[in-house]
């Protein structure tokens, strides 16, 4: 027999999610932030990649850095490449001050350095983008 007051209280919080996260309604995307703060880092918590892609959907960069810093799953690459969607979000994380930081302390800038650099990060001009030399848009 289906469990309905879990099923109601699952979709209380789809719908919070979608009106805080995707429709950007201020008081929900408050109060969706209020909620996963208390999980970042915390070690009982899963980071899964719907939670990295969920604090990089809120623009919560600090947040999302922390988490794929500090605690990688199998599913990393799907929170990564969020990051290159047209989004205000994924723009604001990647225009963050400790995004550079963040993408050498991952291995990002050898990966480009090796592959190519993405269109919205290229490195300053007489550079290979080692130390922070790149630019984020």
Known sequence: MPNWKSRLEAGKRAWLYSVGVIKEVGWAKSLVWRIMKRDVGNPKKMSSLAFKSSLLNMG???AYF???RNRPNTYLSGALFLLWLPTECARKVRTHPGFPQFAEDIGLVRCWQIH???PQIQPKSGTDGSHLQFTCS
């Open 116 to 118: 190519g650099w993405p």
């Open 66 to 68: 922390s988490e794929v």
């Open 60 to 62: 919560e960069a600090e």
